[in-house]
């Protein structure tokens, strides 16, 4: 199947500082791909939907300008959690779809905001 | 009401045996439906999807979907330790996918 990485896989930082996670289609383009947060035992969350050459839709209680995505190519998005906070420690994935059907995820980032 | 409802277990089932999950979903709109199984601090790994009502069959695993009671289910067969994981039920609508709480599955050697 086509494959997702995301980088890092995990971080640790301070809290008040901001931490960017990579996720990349590595074999595949994609206009389109997804971020989720999954808090422990939970399932996932969509937070919004990164969109190549415009601005990304967010979900409802999601905080724009907390969460910056930016959707640099057809292989890559990027979240940024600005002045990351203890509550912002979660396990964030990324997915891009490759037909209108399927979606393949990436291995996730796990952060931890101290 | 949430949106797809699945039974976050814990299930725990010998080795051998056949596991039922399900989950139920509230819009008749949605279209696709799909089965992840996630390992712990993994991210999620497509296993099946389908759709149309009827089962599909894949190996030891079996997708069923009935969308006149808007249910979902998988069956494993001949169930392995190495199916031991949590099994997310996703149905897909205008291209968004919204997720069951998943189950937790422990296979018992």
């Known amino acids: 199947g086509a494959v997702v990485s995301q980088h890092p896989s995990w971080v640790i930082c301070k809290s008040g500082t901001s931490v960017k996670i990579e996720c990349r289609s590595l074999?595949?383009?994609?206009?389109?791909m997804f971020w989720y947060r999954q808090f422990p035992k939970q399932s996932l969350m969509l937070m919004a939907t990164?969109?190549?050459?415009?601005?990304?839709?967010?979900e409802q209680g999601v905080e724009k300008d907390k969460f910056l995505i930016n959707h640099a190519s057809l292989t890559l998005s990027t979240l940024t959690v600005t002045s990351a906070h203890p509550e912002d420690s979660s396990f964030y994935i990324c997915?891009?779809?490759?037909?209108?059907?399927?979606?393949?995820f990436g291995p996730g980032t796990r952060l931890t905001v101290l | 009401q949430k949106e797809v409802e699945q039974d976050p277990g814990p299930l725990s089932v010998p080795e051998g045996a056949i596991v039922s999950l399900n989950c139920t979903y509230s819009?008749?709109?949605?279209?696709?439906f799909m089965w992840y199984r996630q390992y712990s601090r993994k991210g999620p790994e497509l296993l099946m999807y389908t759709y149309s009502s009827g089962n599909k069959e894949d190996g030891r695993f079996t997708a069923q979907v009935d969308k006149s009671s808007k249910y979902i289910s998988l069956f494993i067969r001949d169930s392995q330790p190495s199916d031991s994981a949590t099994y997310l039920c996703a149905i897909q609508g205008a291209q968004k996918l919204v997720f069951g709480q998943g189950t937790r599955l422990t296979i018992n050697p």
């Open positions: 819009n008749s709109a949605f279209q696709y």
């Open positions: 074999d595949f383009q994609a206009t389109t």
């Open positions: 990164s969109n190549e050459g415009s601005k990304a839709t967010y």
């Open positions: 997915s891009a779809p490759v037909a209108t059907d399927t979606q393949y």
